[in-house]
């Protein structure tokens, strides 16, 4: 179906505020809790374009480039859509008919696969089942003529749940070719995140195919899902490979409080129940320990929560002195921070995009330099590129 214009190269130009509002409550997604991070945040002078690509989006989550400019955004209700270099878009065929769009549940992210530009291969991450039992699940199809052919499942977290909350789902490729997903705890099952005998709370990694990775930490060892790559975590909505740097990040929610940004390595705990900065909602404390012998700690957490979604490593010439920095989008905060990162340590931190008071759900940079941004909102969600002006 071709919904037509979007609203395609609307450019506003924002000179943000030095008076940044730190008067925010933030949350896990979309429940409130007590904005401070480990380092000190100041906004930005910096003037740049914001650049409307697409407007009138119904929840989206996630976007990808296409090698000719284009773009896919997945949106939460179970649509992709195709979005044109003139604006138009189309929705593609052929998605799953066993999409959970409840809560925080849905068609969620998207990559293209390495060699896509030979076989046309991507690979979406969704929320699939019930309400009494439902998982995140992964399928791998070829994108042709405006349709998902070939699809075929691949992946599903074990075991199933009844809550609609935590499905983590971000997604990324290694530089040997496997696949690395984040799955959260659903919530409810906080502990899990701690049993290798489940997918909950855990980062997975697996080949192409679905099956696990021969050299996996735990493949070998009885009674531990052979997928598992790291544990220990929560919700965990933002993922990147800095292939300049060779590290694996990714950030996650706390609860109230306890938001995470953690460099990701194979067979490690990162601690959540145990180990949080983090409160209960009802105040109460989840753990009497900030930190504990064979975890993991964080590179920086924000305390209170800034509901953390969407994740990229800046390499680029367009902000060059951003090389290198982590750009975290913010859900209950409604900003874009900026994490200036050396030598794997957080030194600061910078708060961007607060003018548009929008909350921001995906992160990346495009193949030019610029960042996308997609901002979360069920009926006029806009998918936006940052240039300097």
Not at 98 to 116: E, K, N
Not at 240 to 250: A, P
Not at 306 to 335: C, E, H, M, Q
Request: one cysteine or more.
């Amino acid at each position: 179906m071709d919904i037509g214009k979007t609203g395609f190269a609307t450019t506003a130009v924002l000179v943000l505020s030095l008076a940044a509002t730190l008067a925010l409550s933030a949350c896990s997604e979309r429940e409130d809790t007590q904005v401070t991070s480990r380092v000190a945040a100041t906004a930005s002078q910096m003037a740049i374009n914001v650049e409307t690509i697409a407007d009138k989006l119904r929840a989206p989550w996630s976007v990808t480039v296409l090698p000719d400019g284009s773009y896919l955004v997945t949106e939460q209700l179970g649509v992709l859509q195709h979005i044109r270099l003139d604006g138009t878009r189309t929705e593609i065929s052929g998605l799953p008919d066993d999409i959970y769009a409840q809560g925080q549940g849905g068609l969620l992210d998207i990559v293209l696969a390495p060699d896509f530009a030979d076989t046309q291969t991507v690979f979406l991450s969704y929320a699939k089942g019930s309400k009494k039992a439902n998982r995140t699940a992964i399928i791998r199809a070829r994108l042709v003529d405006g349709a998902l052919i070939d699809r075929a499942e691949i992946f599903q977290a074990s075991p199933t749940k009844d809550t609609s909350s935590h499905f983590g789902a971000r997604m990324v490729f290694l530089p040997d070719g496997t696949l690395v997903m984040t799955i959260g705890e659903g919530f409810a099952y906080r502990e899990a995140a701690q049993d290798k005998g489940s997918h909950l709370g855990k980062t997975v990694r697996l080949n192409p195919d679905g099956s696990a990775p021969t050299d996996n930490p735990f493949v070998s060892v009885d009674g531990v899902r052979p997928e598992i790559y790291s544990l220990g975590h929560r919700n965990a909505q933002g993922l990147n490979f800095d292939t300049v740097g060779g590290k694996l990040w990714s950030h996650e929610h706390g609860a109230k409080g306890g938001d995470e940004l953690n460099i990701i390595a194979p067979g490690k705990n990162y601690g959540w129940p145990i180990t949080t900065t983090g409160i209960d909602y009802n105040g109460a404390k989840i753990s009497p320990f900030q930190s504990y012998a064979g975890m993991e700690g964080f590179v920086t957490d924000w305390v209170p929560s800034i509901a953390p979604s969407g994740l990229t490593i800046y390499r680029g010439d367009l902000f060059a002195d951003w090389n290198g920095d982590a750009l975290v989008g913010g859900l209950k905060s409604r900003d874009l921070r900026r994490v200036d990162l050396e030598d794997g340590k957080a030194v600061g931190e910078e708060i961007l995009l607060q003018d548009l008071n929008a909350r921001i759900r995906d992160v990346r940079t495009a193949p030019d330099g610029s960042i996308l941004i997609l901002t979360d909102d069920k009926t006029n969600g806009k998918l936006l590129r940052i240039t300097p002006k």
